[in-house]
């Protein structure tokens, strides 16, 4: 029976809901390897992923973004936080407060997709064993059932049942995606981390795999985090988006809403950096970019982390750290979301 | 055509149906199948195409940088870094002293992991002082001098402290940088650029080819840009050449690729990027199929397979020969008159 009373509270359309998550590395050194300081590699990140949502986290390298599907599939323990997730049968458990033993459990219901297809596949296994891991591992069916399953997956994202002997070598990039796809769908989850999953494929290549993953969507009624840097990309798949900078979010927002006119100066940047392929409108546009590069996270600047390279910066922004509030609908890290008048990529 | 024909007088490197060959077990590969294009001088030349397509090897059969199990199969390749001083680059061997002089002196060349183009042993300074004495002659404090110089033209922060920094100790972002300072340090009269911002965020992206632009600018040079981004191309290019598998299939002013384009290669190609602001419908167009492997190119067109134009019995026979247009356009394409019209204005 489902202990109502004593479950976390959270909306009913909500699948996951993670809560002040924090993660710090430690920064060793010296000969007796102690601890002299602390990367904070994530700062206080709450989000609320929809269920039969896409959820877009984007941000440079180094802002975290993989670092908070790691820790929500917690392939990293956390610092601190809660992440709340709604399991199929109704009932919301605190996964951050799960032994191992109980997270193995929970995996049938989390999953991710790596972006490299190519340090992300066993060589020595071929298809069905790599597909079929999950399912041996879970102990999900006989030997006749798995092979029957894992040509059902592979069928799915596309891949010919036939190639069930193969091995991963024999694939192109885009194809070994679907593998690791077929993969991270064999135990039926409801949650699916893809980080990266299409950056390292070609154009065309790339369109196709992003198609499959919305057909997927719908015919399973997943809801994605979709983690990468390509804002065209984002922009297409995801509901709603998450920007990322230095382990903290910076705006959560609608998509639509985002792009055409963002709230944090940080998201301006990052629009105003993306070269368009529209050779007129390159030249038209006004494009706000940003000097220099992402802080070191073991020494991040003072109030605002952004303020060093910001080009509204004032003196409040370098003492007073903006807390994330919300302003018109959204959430906003940024001390003067109301004030300033950004321009974003509106069609 | 004559191929002997001189080479205008604003041309600065001219390419004429250059074949590389790879002789492997499974079969010959044409990764350069007959690759024609010119660079004039001070220009842009965006070269774009998906991995396979060519482009890479195209760009190291100029620097006779080939690697050792390829087979420079064919055509011709000329420099002209100034009136009356001509190199046919195709007829010098791989380390002849001929082609050294040419590789730092007449051509920088910059790739995308830059960590793995520069020497991890030795600092930023002595990497670029030892092509400044090289090339230059000069003594090791004008080289040192001129090697911070460099840094600073390519706006690297404390550039004094920089020459004295290793690579590692550097950002992907300034390790480009300093790649680029090393490229030009010889005043090349050509850049070539193969994928430089590929590895970096967008951010430094559009740093770096804000200084390409600047440093072409100040020095006139002109850059071959490779890379599989049409983004990136559409922001520096002032011509563009799409490659598909180991052919250039279509050519034209960088605003008659992305408005008027007429090979179907680039148009199905431009409608599967998604675009900011621009809302394409939930489903992405594709490319049916992928990329056939090496050693089965199709006959006729090579992409006739997924061309969802091709006419059975012209374009899986014939390979189609290249159409030129009035305003310089051209592709190869048997009915490339045909799309005339822009595929999205």
């Known amino acids: 029976m489902l202990d109502r009373a004593n479950m976390p509270a959270m909306d009913d359309d909500t699948l996951i809901s993670v809560r002040n998550l924090k993660k710090y590395f430690p920064i060793h050194a010296g000969w007796l390897r102690r601890q002299i300081g602390e990367v904070r590699a994530i700062d206080d990140v709450s989000l609320d992923i929809r269920k039969g949502e896409t959820f877009g986290l984007v941000g440079e390298s180094g802002s975290g973004k993989s670092t908070v599907a790691r820790l929500m599939l917690r392939a990293y323990t956390l610092t601190d936080g809660s992440i709340l997730f709604r399991r199929g049968s109704g009932e919301v458990v605190d996964i951050s407060r799960l032994s191992e033993r109980q997270m193995r459990e929970m995996r049938r219901e989390m999953q991710m997709i790596f972006q490299d297809p190519y340090s992300s596949l066993n060589p020595r296994m071929n298809l069905l064993e790599l597909v079929g891991e999950p399912l041996v591992i879970h102990g999900v069916g006989s030997r006749g059932e798995i092979r029957d399953r894992v040509a059902e997956l592979l069928r799915v994202v596309g891949l010919r049942p036939e190639f069930i002997l193969r091995y991963p070598h024999a694939f192109s990039g885009g194809q070994r995606q679907r593998i690791g796809i077929a993969r991270a769908l064999a135990l039926n989850p409801s949650f699916i981390a893809a980080d990266e999953a299409v950056s390292a494929l070609d154009v065309s290549v790339a369109a196709q795999n992003i198609n499959l993953l919305q057909d997927l969507q719908e015919q399973f009624g997943l809801t994605y985090l979709f983690i990468t840097h390509d804002l065209g990309m984002v922009e297409h798949i995801a509901n709603r988006i998450g920007v990322m900078y230095l382990g903290r979010l910076m705006e959560i927002a609608d998509t639509k809403a985002l792009f055409s006119k963002p709230l944090h100066p940080y998201t301006e940047a990052l629009m105003g950096s993306v070269p368009q392929p529209d050779p007129r409108g390159n030249r038209t546009r006004k494009r706000i970019k940003i000097t220099g590069e992402i802080a070191n996270p073991a020494n991040p600047p003072t109030g605002c982390t952004f303020h060093p390279r910001c080009p509204y910066a004032q003196e409040r922004c370098r003492t007073e750290v903006p807390a994330l509030r919300p302003v018109a609908g959204r959430q906003v890290r940024c001390h003067f979301a109301e004030d300033l008048n950004l321009s974003g990529v509106a069609a | ?345």
Request: aromatic share 4%.
């Open chain 2, 1 to 345: 055509m004559d191929t002997k024909a001189p080479m205008p007088a604003e041309r600065l490197l001219d390419l004429e149906d250059v074949h590389v060959h790879f002789p492997m077990r499974e079969g010959l590969v044409k990764a350069v199948n007959g690759v024609t294009y010119h660079v004039d001088k001070g220009e842009v030349l965006g070269i774009v195409g998906e991995s396979g397509s060519g482009k890479s090897i195209t760009a190291r059969a100029i620097m006779r940088l080939l690697p050792r199990n390829a087979q420079a199969a064919g055509g011709r390749i000329r420099l002209r870094p100034r009136t009356g001083e001509e190199f046919e680059l195709s007829a010098l061997e791989r380390n002849s002293r001929a082609v050294r002089q040419v590789r730092g002196n007449h051509i920088g060349m910059i790739f995308q992991e830059p960590m793995t183009a520069l020497s991890p042993v030795h600092t930023i300074g002595d990497q670029i002082c030892r092509t400044i004495q090289l090339h230059m002659g000069l003594d090791k404090r004008a080289a040192r001098a001129r090697a911070a110089d460099l840094l600073a033209r390519v706006r690297m922060p404390r550039p004094q402290q920089m020459l004295d920094n290793y690579p590692h100790q550097l950002s992907g972002g300034m390790r480009q940088r300093a790649m680029i300072a090393l490229a030009i340090s010889c005043n090349p009269s050509l850049l070539i650029a193969d994928e430089p911002t590929t590895a970096l965020d967008v951010t430094t992206e559009a740093q770096i080819l804000d200084l390409l632009r600047e440093l072409q600018a100040e020095s006139g040079m002109a850059i071959v840009f490779i890379t599989h981004n049409f983004g990136v191309v559409a922001d520096i290019a002032d011509r563009v050449a799409v490659m598909y598998l180991g052919r250039i299939v279509e050519t034209a002013s960088v605003d008659d690729i992305f408005y008027a384009p007429k090979h179907p290669y680039t148009r199905a190609l431009l409608n599967s990027i998604p675009r900011l602001g621009v809302d394409q419908g939930r489903r992405l167009p594709t490319i049916p199929g992928m990329v056939p492997d090496p050693f089965s190119v199709p006959a006729g067109c090579a992409f006739n397979p997924r061309c969802t134009h091709a006419v059975a019995g012209v374009c899986d026979v014939e390979t189609p020969p290249q159409r030129q247009f009035a305003n310089g356009q051209s592709a190869r394409c048997h009915f490339a008159d045909t799309f005339a019209e822009a595929a999205h204005a």
